[in-house]
T-cell receptor, first 116, second 112 residues
Framework: EAGVAQSPRYKIIEKRQSVAFWCNPISGHATLYWYQQILGQGPKLLIQFQNNGVVDDSQLPKDRFSAERLKGVDSTLKIQPAKLEDSAVYLC??????????????FGQGTRLTVV | AQSVTQLGSHVSVSEGALVLLRCNYSSSVPPYLFWYVQYPNQGLQLLLKYTSAATLVKGINGFEAEFKKSETSFHLTKPSAHMSDAAEYFCAVRSGSYKLIFGSGTRLLVRP
């Protein structure tokens, strides 16, 4: 089966510009995650969707970050305006089960964002 | 709230030596635990997962981990390191809200 698709792979923008990342999860996966991974650190959960509803966005900087999953399938993460500290890899992941918490998440290759 | 702590940001072993990467968790409910591996410029790949069926879990590439509730640990081991094992390893915990929380990672270096 096809994996989690993310685009673009790389993006360089100037601070105060806006940027958007796209993610298409594995077909049929109800849960979708966006993580931010700063160099040398573990992935930090930004937002978690269950179908098209938000389960957790407690660590999403809502003054500049937004995410949507309108039809419960693919998702877009936006940053506006970007800051230097937003330079990181943005990882999208998906998982299939809604009840069985032992189901693993499958990850895309990530989008590497550099803010200059 | 659940969390994981990975002791040692870098671990260096010789090729053929035992690999031991440490992970301790904190969870108010029975946890589900995972180890992921990340190669440069790649996403995360599942190595193994603990699902409460057995405390000793075997994963891919010869890795295994043992769940010890009394020690709140889920350490990752491999009897004999290979050069291709050099990567970053992340421990993660997941519980009732389905949030998947990662540790800070351990970079494994394998010396020839």
């Amino acid at each position: 089966e096809a994996g989690v698709a993310q685009s673009p792979r790389y993006k360089i923008i100037e601070k105060r510009q806006s940027v958007a990342f796209w993610c298409n999860p594995i077909s049929g996966h109800a849960t979708l995650y966006w993580y931010q991974q700063i160099l040398g650190q573990g992935p930090k959960l930004l937002i978690q969707f269950q179908n098209n509803g938000v389960v957790d966005d407690s660590q999403l900087p809502k003054d500049r970050f937004s995410a949507e999953r309108l039809k419960g399938v693919d998702s877009t993460l936006k940053i506006q305006p970007a800051k230097l500290e937003d330079s990181a890899v943005y990882l999208c992941a998906s998982s299939s089960e809604t009840r069985r918490v032992n189901t693993e998440a499958f990850f895309g290759q990530g989008t590497r964002l550099t803010v200059v | 709230a659940q969390s994981v702590t990975q002791l040692g940001s870098h671990v260096s072993v010789s090729e053929g030596a035992l690999v031991l990467l440490r992970c301790n968790y904190s969870s108010s409910v029975p946890p589900y635990l995972f180890w992921y591996v990340q190669y440069p410029n790649q996403g995360l790949q599942l190595l193994l997962k603990y699902t409460s069926a057995a405390t000793l879990v075997k994963g891919i590439n010869g890795f295994e981990a043992e769940f010890k509730k009394s020690e709140t640990s889920f350490h990752l081991t491999k009897p004999s390191a290979h050069m291709s094992d050099a990567a970053e390893y992340f421990c993660a915990v997941r519980s009732g809200s389905y949030k998947l929380i990662f540790g800070s990672g351990t970079r494994l270096l394998v010396r020839p």
